[in-house]
């Protein structure tokens, strides 16, 4: 389990790529490296890896296999690269974010990037279905750091973008100040969110099922879209 709070951005060193692994070579940001133990699990822009070597004191590998390669943006790495990291929380530690399992959801991209005094913001458009899970004030795991999401909207395909707004520490400690437009990144959503919003969509399915097709005649005929409402299948 991880807790969201980078501790720092560690770079890639070198790529070892072969047909269906990728083994990267990660220089780790001071301090990191202390009593990192071969199997020891790092997320990496919010991807649990497990350090496979330890060929300098400074310097982790670590394996990625290719199904992670293409449901991530870990492919798509360079030499230089830099990237999210985060040690696997320690039994009692603080959990100054939220607790984040290190797996990922789906990745999204970059919308907009906005700069007013003092502040940074960025957009993320996010694809369907995932935007059910997100609420502004609510959490959200974006490339392994825990973040509060500002503002949110829902299309009515299922889509849509939330807003963070980052103060100058998170940008000093995260890869987010070298983000662009488009750019893709990861995100895990709050699992405590999806139960809820799960549970309640399920219960509506279940009470409402008879009654549906008539539903959604009346909502037609109304320009309601029940899909905003939670009602229905996607």
Same mark, same amino acid.
């Given at each position: 389990?991880?807790?969201?709070?980078? @501790?720092?951005?560690?770079?890639?060193?070198?790529?070892?790529?072969?047909?269906? %692994?990728? !083994?990267?070579? %990660?220089?780790?940001?001071?301090?990191?490296?202390?009593?990192?133990?071969?199997?020891?699990?790092?997320?990496?822009?919010?991807?649990?890896?497990?350090?496979?070597? /330890?060929? &300098?004191?400074?310097? #982790?590998?670590?394996?990625?296999?290719?199904?992670?390669?293409?449901?991530? !943006?870990?492919?798509?790495?360079?030499?230089? &690269?830099?990237?999210?990291?985060?040690?696997?929380?320690?039994? +009692? #530690?603080?959990?100054?974010? =939220?607790?984040?399992?290190?797996?990922?959801?789906? &990745?999204? /991209?970059?919308?907009?990037?906005?700069?007013?005094?003092?502040? =940074?913001?960025?957009?993320?458009?996010?694809?369907?279905?995932?935007?059910?899970?997100?609420?502004?004030?609510?959490?959200?795991?974006?490339?392994?750091? &825990?973040?509060?999401?500002?503002?949110? @909207? /829902?299309?009515?395909?299922?889509?849509?973008?939330?807003?963070?707004? %980052?103060?100058?520490?998170?940008?000093?400690?995260?890869?987010?100040?070298?983000?662009?437009?488009?750019?893709?990144?990861?995100?895990?959503?709050?699992?405590? !969110?999806?139960?809820?919003?799960?549970?309640?969509?399920?219960?509506?399915?279940?009470?409402?099922?008879?009654?549906?097709?008539?539903?959604?005649?009346? #909502?037609?005929?109304?320009?309601?879209?029940?899909?905003?409402? +939670?009602?229905?299948?996607?």
């Amino acid at each position: 389990m991880f807790t969201g709070i980078v @501790q720092g951005v560690a770079h890639v060193e070198s790529i070892d790529a072969r047909e269906g %692994l990728h !083994t990267l070579a %990660l220089k780790l940001p001071a301090g990191f490296d202390e009593d990192l133990a071969i199997g020891a699990s790092v997320a990496c822009d919010g991807v649990c890896l497990t350090v496979t070597e /330890r060929p &300098s004191p400074d310097v #982790a590998l670590f394996d990625v296999m290719g199904q992670t390669m293409k449901l991530t !943006t870990l492919g798509d790495l360079r030499v230089g &690269s830099g990237l999210n990291v985060e040690r696997a929380a320690k039994d +009692g #530690a603080e959990i100054g974010g =939220h607790p984040l399992s290190g797996h990922v959801d789906v &990745s999204a /991209r970059i919308a907009e990037i906005r700069k007013p005094d003092n502040n =940074h913001v960025i957009r993320f458009a996010v694809p369907a279905p995932w935007m059910r899970y997100v609420f502004a004030k609510g959490y959200i795991g974006v490339n392994g750091c &825990s973040l509060t999401v500002a503002e949110a @909207q /829902r299309e009515r395909d299922g889509s849509g973008w939330f807003e963070v707004w %980052l103060i100058p520490e998170t940008l000093r400690m995260t890869t987010f100040a070298d983000k662009d437009v488009g750019d893709a990144i990861h995100l895990e959503i709050d699992r405590s !969110t999806q139960v809820v919003v799960d549970t309640v969509r399920d219960a509506l399915d279940e009470k409402l099922g008879p009654l549906l097709p008539v539903l959604e005649a009346i #909502a037609k005929e109304r320009g309601i879209d029940l899909g905003q409402l +939670g009602i229905g299948k996607p």
